[in-house]
């Protein structure tokens, strides 16, 4: 007896030993064991505490929600799908679907699968788990999907415990099987997550159920029931990430994105997450300066898909820059083996259009340009031009402000907030409009002697403005504030610039002449503001804005104070 307990041991060691064959087998070729967590009846209060224990370790799971809860966690359902887990269904309310009549179950599936797309903002095909595993042949040719069952069952709704669950699911677990769990438990999540340690220590990858078919190379089948998929001698990877790339055809930048044979793209270029809001890739698009690519590549967005990768795009080489040098236009190039091209009438330039070889007269219009080569794109620059020989990023020639804002900068009145910028729609301060009144003065021959200190509390020495404030206040254009302050850095409102100019005219013995206007706001404008108004309007310094309105408490624009200053150089003469 001794010696047939003996050589019974030793051939269940044998046996014992034959069973991990396959899988040392398996480990060796590169393969990994798979096996795919299922969360049943969610989702719940507890299953973003798993979700962010999931995260945490790296795993993606599949989630089998009834259409009721799926309605109540809305946010949680999206989270599953946005964090790569496979969402599907478990019908409305959890019926035995043996017991519905054919259209009782299709309502199950049916508005369970409205539920989810509407809460996903986007349609998907769903597998779908029969509550209580309960089907016949009647049901699964309703379902209209696989049916997906499961191999092990740790039982954790009835004894809700943590470690009872974790020993279960670990002593159970093989390359393939498909767990059963339900999220709407606290004790599961814990259990689950004890289980997922011991289990990756052990080399299982945790998969979606898709995943685990897709890679093991077995099809899906609506109306066909799966327990698991264990090892078929296929094996392949995850879904890799798209590459973002960027190309040049015909002269244009264009981005590429390229996956593994197969396997969908899907992108944005705003920002937004391509699993929700993304495109179908079907050819390169345009390349844009500071567009945000997000992309994954996915067999099915829905439980077999890649992690998305974001990239900013930058210029493909360095952008030209522009200049007027003698009353010429001249391009600055650092860019090797290509050229600037440019166009003058509004057109994007193209390997078609103008190449730059030497400096060009200046004239009234819109110069575009960008550098152009062997992998050099740079972005369309557009910038305009005037016969004075002065650029604008931001002053139109078709603005009803291009003249004006070309002569004002032309004599010297405005300087501009940055290069080739005017600001033509920034609020003007008090210290800028002195300073361009000074300034107006100045071309006028006029004597500006200003005074060696200053009459502001506020107007420090050596500002950019402190001489054309002292100048100010010294022929009494502007008195301050009760306070003794100027206020530079302040609004000038339309009325206040009416009266200082009104000042100005008197203290230069300008006369005017003409009727005044009639303003449709007149009862608005501060009676200390009324009759320098009448005076400015009845020149024609100042003008009414839309419905003849003065709108007197508003501020000026930069673009309308050069526009008013001009006018009163003219009356100057």
Not at 252 to 261: H, I, P, Q, S
Not at 275 to 293: E, L
Not at 406 to 424: C, H, I, K, M, Q
Request: charged fraction near 20%.
């Amino acid at each position: 007896m001794k010696q047939l307990k003996k050589w019974t041991a030793l051939f269940l060691a044998i046996c014992c030993l034959l069973t991990l064959l396959p899988m040392t087998a398996s480990a060796s070729n590169g393969q990994k064991k798979l096996i795919a967590l299922t969360f049943d009846d969610g989702p719940g209060p507890y299953t973003q505490r798993l979700l962010d224990g999931l995260a945490a370790r790296g795993v993606q799971a599949t989630f089998f929600e009834l259409g009721m809860r799926a309605e109540t966690y809305d946010d949680t359902t999206r989270r599953i799908l946005r964090e790569g887990h496979q969402v599907a269904q478990h019908g409305y309310d959890h019926p035995q679907l043996t017991s519905l009549s054919d259209d009782g179950v299709r309502w199950q599936i049916g508005h369970t699968e409205d539920i989810l797309n509407d809460v996903l903002g986007r349609s998907f095909t769903y597998l779908v788990r029969p509550p209580y595993g309960d089907f016949n042949s009647r049901v699964l040719s309703l379902l209209d999907a696989p049916a997906i069952i499961w191999s092990i069952d740790p039982v954790d709704w009835r004894d809700r415990n943590a470690y009872t669950v974790r020993d279960r699911i670990v002593a159970r677990a093989f390359d393939g099987a498909i767990i059963l769990c339900h999220d709407i438990y606290s004790s599961t999540v814990d259990g689950v997550l004890m289980a997922i340690d011991i289990l990756q220590e052990q080399g299982y990858e945790f998969v979606t159920v898709n995943e685990l078919y897709r890679r093991r190379g077995v099809s899906l089948n609506n109306g066909e029931t799966y327990y698991s998929c264990k090892p078929t001698g296929t094996q392949l990877d995850a879904v890799k990430a798209p590459v973002i790339s960027t190309e040049i055809v015909n002269g244009n930048a264009r981005v590429k994105l390229t996956a593994e044979a197969g396997a969908a793209i899907y992108y944005t270029t705003d920002g937004s997450d391509p699993v929700f809001n993304g495109k179908r890739y079907t050819a390169p698009f345009d390349f844009t300066v500071g567009m945000t690519v997000k992309t994954c590549a996915a067999y099915n967005l829905n439980g077999s898909r890649s992690e998305t990768v974001t990239k900013k795009l930058d210029a493909l080489g360095i952008d030209p820059t522009v200049r007027v040098e003698d009353g010429k236009i001249v391009f600055d190039n650092r860019n090797q083996n290509a050229d600037v091209l440019f166009t003058t009438d509004g057109s994007v330039p193209n390997t078609g259009s103008q190449s730059y070889s030497a400096p060009f007269e200046c004239y009234d219009g819109v110069l575009r340009f960008r550098a152009l080569g062997e992998n050099v794109c740079t972005p369309v620059k557009t910038i305009y031009v005037t016969k004075n020989g002065n650029l604008f990023w931001d002053v139109p020639n078709t603005s009803w402000y291009f003249d004006e804002a070309d002569r004002a900068t032309t004599l010297g009145l405005f300087n501009g907030t940055g290069v080739y910028r005017f600001s033509p729609d920034g609020t003007l301060t008090r210290a800028m409009f002195v300073t361009t009144l000074y300034r107006l003065m100045q071309r006028t021959d006029a004597d500006l002697t200003p005074p060696e200190t200053q009459s502001f509390a506020d107007v420090p020495a050596g500002q950019w403005y402190s001489e054309a404030a002292a100048w100010a206040a010294e022929n009494g254009i502007v008195l301050g504030y009760a306070d003794g302050t100027f206020r530079p850095e302040q609004s000038i409102t339309r009325e206040e610039m009416c009266v200082m100019l009104d000042r100005l005219l008197d203290r230069f013995g300008i006369t005017t002449s003409g009727t005044p206007m009639t303003f449709a706001d007149a009862d608005c404008i501060s009676d200390w503001a009324k009759e320098s108004v009448d005076r400015l309007s009845a020149c024609g310094i100042i003008n009414g804005q839309r419905g003849n309105r003065f709108a007197p408490a508003r501020g000026s624009t930069r673009a309308e104070a050069a526009a008013v200053l001009l006018r009163l150089y003219d009356l100057i003469g």
